[in-house]
């Protein structure tokens, strides 16, 4: 039974300041090191693979414990080798191997590594980079008498996979072992989420005294990234932020549109803290709403709630992925096209992990949920007045006991921000 469930069955999940202290336990990252590499020893060892091979950065993250993200995080030059003993070997860019060398003492200290592959075909594969990568992994597996197995492989680039084949490494593909391994979360995975959640809580906030007319989403936007950046959010993903007109259809992005009375508003805020991701929306009127408005947002939340009530140990996603209008309820002409609106997906190191809940997938190929996961369920009603729209989102955590919500915003009724106020 995960460490998670049990720590978490009686009381409130907590989201405790983000300095050490010697007063409060907190988060144990030693702790979090080790679950996260074990969960991915126990994957590879289940596996017919000699190694993992790793450029998914999450990836690489949950079982070296290092990250490097902005304009390096998606240029495939990373990667880790996680062999049978339990010692990653890491590639790394220039002068990140080096101090890694000096402050991530759980790596090896020859098993951290300068690397260089073409930065996503900057260089090209005729530069030979590749060739001589592919040549010192097959040198290490062939040490640690593996080269004759697999090499599981999680996301890879065309030239390095044809090089890997070149050199007579059968390659299979391990993105689905990762993914398993990282969705029951532990314990600290769990408070960080937390930790992540409580931060946004407050930048709506920020946001619900800011929305009044003349205030452009784009602004919204620069408002939720800096309070985020200055609470110790290490990356601010995306923001949407979408009024007025553009609600419906939900375009999921956000624009320079000013913001006029009585416009619905709906924010979504991705960031991590620690690398732990919130996915978390929020749907506002601004000034005084509708009865349109309203009655899109009953909708929305009742929705919302019964999947809350029904997620729990040992339910299927489609069970929950019924409880959901069909595409064609909201004026869709099929789940494709209506995919991300009634939704519900993992939240860990990534934005999308396991499960993924829709009626798109889920009620052909449903999926156990467990103690321990953490995911986020969204709904989205359009209001009758053609225009508005609701957005509402909750993350969840899966006990023994059921669902513990992390996302504490109000948000059982429709807010109004900045409501005008009657004069008799």
Not at 34 to 40: I, N, P, T, V
Not at 179 to 208: C, F, H, N, P
Not at 393 to 414: D, H, R, S
Request: contains cysteine.
């Amino acid at each position: 039974m995960p460490e998670s469930a049990l720590n978490f069955d009686n009381r409130m999940i907590p989201a405790p300041g983000h300095m050490a202290v010697d007063y409060e336990k907190r988060v144990d990252f030693d702790r979090l090191r080790r679950y996260r590499l074990g969960r991915a020893m126990d994957s590879l060892e289940a596996s017919e693979c000699g190694a993992f091979l790793l450029f998914d950065f999450y990836n690489i993250r949950y079982t070296t414990q290092t990250w490097i993200g902005g304009a390096l995080g998606d240029k495939m030059s990373r990667y880790a080798l996680l062999g049978r003993d339990g010692k990653p070997h890491l590639w790394d860019f220039g002068s990140a191997a080096k101090h890694h060398r000096m402050f991530a003492p759980w790596l090896e200290q020859d098993h951290s590594h300068a690397g260089m592959l073409g930065l996503r075909g900057a260089i090209a594969p005729e530069a030979g980079l590749m060739r001589d990568a592919v040549k010192v992994i097959k040198g290490l597996l062939t040490d640690a008498g593996v080269a004759n197995l697999p090499v599981g492989v999680d996301i890879v680039e065309p030239a390095f996979l044809f090089e890997m084949q070149a050199q007579g490494l059968k390659v299979v593909d391990i993105q689905q072992s990762m993914l398993d391994a990282r969705s029951i979360k532990s314990v600290d995975e769990i408070m960080l989420l937390s930790q992540a959640a409580a931060m946004v809580d407050g930048v709506y906030q920020d946001i619900s005294e800011a929305l009044r007319p003349g205030i452009r989403e784009n602004e919204i936007v620069a408002l939720a990234s800096k309070r985020l950046y200055e609470m110790g959010s290490d990356q601010v993903e995306a923001i949407n932020a979408v009024s007025g007109e553009r609600c419906n259809p939900h375009p999921h992005n956000f624009s320079d549109r000013l913001i006029r009375p009585g416009d619905q508003a709906f924010f979504d805020i991705i960031h991590s803290f620690n690398g732990y991701r919130t996915c978390y929306y929020r749907t506002f009127s601004v000034g005084s709403s509708t009865p349109s408005q309203h009655d899109a947002y009953t909708k929305a939340r009742e929705w919302m709630d019964a999947a809350i009530n029904k997620v729990a140990d040992g339910v299927g996603t489609d069970e929950v992925a019924l409880l959901w209008p069909k595409a064609t309820d909201l004026g869709f002409a099929n789940e494709m096209e209506a995919f991300g609106l009634q939704f519900g997906h993992g939240l860990g190191l990534g934005l999308h992990e396991r499960p993924i809940i829709s009626r798109l997938n889920s009620l052909e190929h449903p999926v156990e949920i467990k103690a321990g996961m953490v995911f986020a369920l969204e709904t989205y009603c359009p209001a009758s007045d053609g225009v508005s729209a609701a957005r509402i989102e909750e993350e969840v955590v899966i006990t023994n006991n059921g669902a513990q919500v992390l996302t504490k915003f109000p948000a059982q009724e429709l807010f109004v921000a900045n409501p005008y106020k009657k004069f008799y």
